[in-house]
């Protein structure tokens, strides 16, 4: 309840920046962030510009636990790249699951996938997961600065855009897998 009324008096004075708002869904005391029997699923985080010159910006974790996740950008441009890494398996023929009622395939996208296993090897190398945090970090602020450029210069290279999402995807996963294989 205390994180619910900070984030109304915020609202109310009107300067929320979407770091705030990240910072907010990732608050575990709160119960924002949820952990345990319930567990946060994904997070999102969209700004949307009173001036229509400028794009609005999705931020997606795409992953459980917002605090051991990263927001990565996404705007909507024509010609947007496939979201492969971010999507579930499909079965190309039939679905396993209406031939076997028991099986249970894995549908876990491969960010999601990496992420799990990431965080496993973390929970039991205190040293690691901090690293993996800081490497985390300093990409989001890398992504939140090149967005607030966007924004501030209203400039919108879509060339680069179309495989940005896309792009920030490998980029965590490379820093999930460098702390599973380091």
Do not use: W
Not at 32 to 44: D, K, P, Q, R, Y
């Amino acid at each position: 309840m205390h994180m619910y009324l900070m984030v109304l008096k915020i609202i109310s004075l009107g300067n929320i920046t979407f770091e705030t708002m990240m910072e907010i869904l990732r608050d575990k005391p709160s119960g924002i962030n949820m952990e345990g029997e319930f567990l946060t699923t994904a997070s999102m985080v969209s700004v949307l510009p009173q001036d229509s010159s400028l794009p609005c910006i999705h931020f997606f974790t795409g992953t459980p636990d917002p605090e051991r996740s990263i927001f990565k950008p996404f705007i909507f441009v024509p010609h947007i790249s496939q979201l492969l890494d971010t999507s579930s398996p499909t079965f190309e023929l039939e679905d396993p699951v209406k031939k076997k009622t028991h099986f249970k395939p894995d549908r876990r996208h491969p960010l999601y996938q990496k992420h799990q296993q990431a965080l496993e090897v973390g929970d039991h190398n205190k040293e690691k997961a901090k690293t993996m945090l800081d490497n985390m970090r300093k990409l989001e602020k890398e992504l939140l600065k090149k967005m607030e450029s966007i924004l501030q210069n209203k400039h919108l290279d879509v060339d680069e855009i179309v495989n940005l999402f896309p792009q920030c995807t490998k980029d965590e996963i490379r820093i999930y897998k460098s702390n599973i294989s380091s």
